[in-house]
């Protein structure tokens, strides 16, 4: 199965896809955007943490690098039969996969999450998720047409991860799978 989980900024999709692919077993795989771009990062002697700088660069802005990385998605999606796409595009650029999944959470949910995970303030990661995510929708819509949040007729669920755990939500997309799977 082909399950897209895509998410707002520290909404907590990487954390649910990395479960799933525990839960689901040695035969899926993964790919996670998030990793992709740490290792983009690192080839170009910038740190995990200043990777929001390369987005605002030339090369990170261009149509260029995003064709390349989308390319990269739909060529995992069609070389593997069981695997995770974690990536924020990836039910729209996969849009046969089995289950695409959308996980959102209220800013200041996520701005809390953040500053703890990266041992930054509140405050800190509230600016740096807003602005983020503000950025990308605003850019994706221009390069692709699309957003990712407000266009959710492309989705099979949508998961408010406020008030749950990531083993939580975790449990509803294979409940979800299961009950797919049953029809």
């Not at 707002?8 to 692919?21: C, K, N, V, W, Y």
Request: proline share 2%; glycine share 6%; with cysteine.
């Amino acid at each position: 199965m082909r399950i897209t989980v895509s998410g707002q900024p520290g909404a907590g999709s990487t954390t649910t896809a990395e479960i799933l692919l525990k839960r689901l077993g040695n035969k899926y795989k993964i790919l996670t955007m998030g990793e992709i771009f740490k290792q983009m990062a690192r080839e170009r002697g910038v740190s995990p943490g200043e990777l929001d700088k390369f987005w605002q660069t030339a090369e990170g802005k261009s149509e260029r690098t995003h064709h390349y990385l989308d390319d990269l998605t739909r060529r995992m999606a069609a070389s593997e039969k069981d695997i995770i796409l974690n990536c924020k595009l990836a039910a729209f650029q996969v849009p046969d996969a089995d289950l695409k999944v959308l996980l959102v959470a209220p800013l200041e949910v996520r701005a809390e999450r953040k500053s703890k995970s990266d041992n930054t303030s509140y405050q800190v990661a509230l600016d740096s998720l807003g602005k983020r995510e503000k950025t990308e929708r605003a850019e994706w819509k221009k390069m692709y047409g699309y957003d990712y949040i407000s266009d959710v007729e492309q989705y099979d669920i949508i998961i408010n991860t406020k008030t749950w755990t990531a083993e939580k939500v975790a449990d509803m997309i294979l409940a979800a799978l299961e009950s797919r799977n049953k029809r």
